[in-house]
């Protein structure tokens, strides 16, 4: 084979591998065609050349949807981080050349996050790096883990209560759970309080479905104590403003807590877990010069804080609800 040929078939290589690895990202032959602004038709056709090539079956195919083989499993291992890498290849020289100009990052979190983890860093970032376009992606915890699995973002950053094993998770702070109270509240200016102190006083939490009601129902009910719920609002903002009104006190965790609102505090960390908040990546994912800026930004401005490990209590329902919240 000469070598004109030789260069041809590697780069047919490449475009086959990459079209094999978004496929096996998406689980769609389509998906994997609109992401690489390719036809259907030629999508398969580079899938089933890899496929003659490696005289294996890749994927198995179960109507619109398809799913690796065990063969196909290996070769994407193999293959992801070379085709990550070739399409990362400008960024990564260019940082290190010590040039980060360049590029975009993506990232998911939720709204407590956004509103109370990612400011700081995320001015840092802009400031340095003022050439990368930066995206926070406000999402839930399912829609979170669904970008991560389809290379839809970067990275991730919130709290995991149990971790799958297609995602990585690393904290890098800890935070504690709280009772407030309006300020002049019975209950304000006491340095502890028990559960049986709590139980008269109505409670405002979040919405039953996510996982601190529950969290809160179940050390009640290990305890044996009845508890009162006189109102559900969503987010930790709404929530200080209602206890400050009066309405009721509240279990919060103190990542939400500024130390400016007309609040008493209490910590409850002998009743109830404390909550980390990390990276969530997933496995084998290739990273660019960028998340690796951000992350070492992330991490320098946390560098101080002491990161607890985190018992896991819940099972897999409560991590999803929990997961960038």
């Not at 398969?44 to 690796?68: D, H, M, N, W």
């Not at 008493?264 to 009743?271: A, E, G, M, S």
């Not at 951000?294 to 997961?323: C, H, N, Y």
């Amino acid at each position: 084979m000469g070598s004109g040929s030789q260069i041809h078939y590697k780069q047919n290589r490449l475009k086959q591998l990459r079209a094999f690895c978004h496929a096996a990202r998406t689980g769609s032959v389509s998906a994997a065609a609109e992401k690489i602004f390719l036809s259907q038709p030629t999508v398969s056709l580079q899938i089933q050349a890899l496929e003659r090539e490696f005289g294996t079956v890749l994927f198995e195919r179960r109507g619109p949807k398809i799913k690796l083989t065990p063969e196909g499993d290996l070769l994407f291992q193999m293959a992801e981080p070379l085709v990550e890498g070739m399409d990362k290849l400008h960024e990564t020289f260019a940082t290190q050349c010590g040039r980060v100009d360049r590029g975009t990052l993506n990232i998911a979190a939720g709204e407590s996050t956004i509103l109370y983890i990612l400011p700081d860093p995320v001015r840092e970032f802009v400031d340095q790096f003022a050439g990368i376009e930066l995206k926070l992606h406000n999402v839930t915890g399912r829609d979170g883990l669904a970008m991560l699995r389809a290379d839809e973002v970067d990275l991730a950053v919130g709290s995991m209560l149990e971790v799958p094993d297609d995602i990585t998770y690393r904290p890098f702070v800890t935070y504690r759970p709280t009772l407030i109270t309006p300020s002049d509240h019975p209950l304000a200016g006491r340095e502890t309080v028990t559960l049986e102190d709590i139980a008269p006083y109505g409670l405002i939490l979040p919405p039953r479905h996510l996982s601190t009601w529950r969290m809160v129902d179940l050390v009640f009910k290990q305890h044996n104590l009845g508890y009162r719920v006189t109102l559900e609002a969503g987010g930790w903002e709404v929530i200080k403003k209602y206890v400050e009104l009066g309405l009721g006190i509240s279990i919060v965790t103190d990542v939400c807590l500024t130390g400016e609102e007309h609040l008493n505090t209490i910590p409850l960390d002998h009743y109830f877990p404390k909550r980390s908040y990390g990276i969530v990546q997933r496995r084998g994912k290739f990273l660019s010069p960028q998340t690796k800026c951000f992350i070492k930004i992330l991490d320098s401005a946390f560098a101080d804080r002491v990161v607890e490990p985190q018992p896991q209590t819940v099972g897999e329902a409560e991590w999803e609800d929990a997961f960038l919240g």
